[in-house]
């Protein structure tokens, strides 16, 4: 499968360090807001550096057993920011997911289980906060 060909998916995701934060959620459930508050933390010194990868849809890859994920190529670089509309940043081409993020979660407990702290993604588990 070409680099092209790899279908999106419906999420934002950030660089944090070395390792992405794959956000993902129904529309409006803040995926964009919350991309940008960590882009904001990484810039206040309260996060390591943390760089946009991609905003509303992404691209996952399994490389070897190692999730990728990066941007589409039509909206790199850009992140709707709800009130200012859409801006153009920094943004980083492509980066191994660390963590899975779900806003709106329908297994969200106050203390999930522990099955519920990992997610598959293409068959890959990764650490994930419901």
Request: net charge neutral; charged share 20%.
């Given at each position: 499968m070409t680099a092209g060909s790899d279908p999106s998916i419906h999420a934002s995701a950030v660089l944090v360090g070395d390792r992405a934060v794959l956000i993902r959620g129904p529309s409006g459930s803040g995926k964009s807001r919350l991309a940008f508050d960590l882009i904001l933390a990484g810039r206040a010194g309260l996060l390591p550096a943390v760089t946009l990868i991609g905003d509303d849809r992404v691209r996952?890859?399994?490389?070897?057993?190692?999730?990728?994920?990066?941007?589409?190529?039509?909206?790199?670089?850009?992140?709707?920011?709800?009130?200012?509309?859409?801006?153009?940043?920094?943004?980083?081409?492509?980066?191994?997911?660390?963590?899975?993020?779900d806003l709106h979660a329908a297994d969200a407990e106050r203390l999930p289980p522990p099955e519920a702290l990992k997610t598959l993604v293409s068959g890959l588990e990764i650490p994930r906060i419901p």
């Amino acid at each position: 499968m070409t680099a092209g060909s790899d279908p999106s998916i419906h999420a934002s995701a950030v660089l944090v360090g070395d390792r992405a934060v794959l956000i993902r959620g129904p529309s409006g459930s803040g995926k964009s807001r919350l991309a940008f508050d960590l882009i904001l933390a990484g810039r206040a010194g309260l996060l390591p550096a943390v760089t946009l990868i991609g905003d509303d849809r992404v691209r996952l890859t399994d490389h070897g057993g190692r999730m990728m994920v990066r941007g589409v190529p039509e909206l790199a670089g850009m992140i709707e920011i709800r009130g200012l509309g859409i801006r153009t940043i920094g943004f980083a081409a492509e980066a191994p997911v660390g963590l899975v993020v779900d806003l709106h979660a329908a297994d969200a407990e106050r203390l999930p289980p522990p099955e519920a702290l990992k997610t598959l993604v293409s068959g890959l588990e990764i650490p994930r906060i419901p």
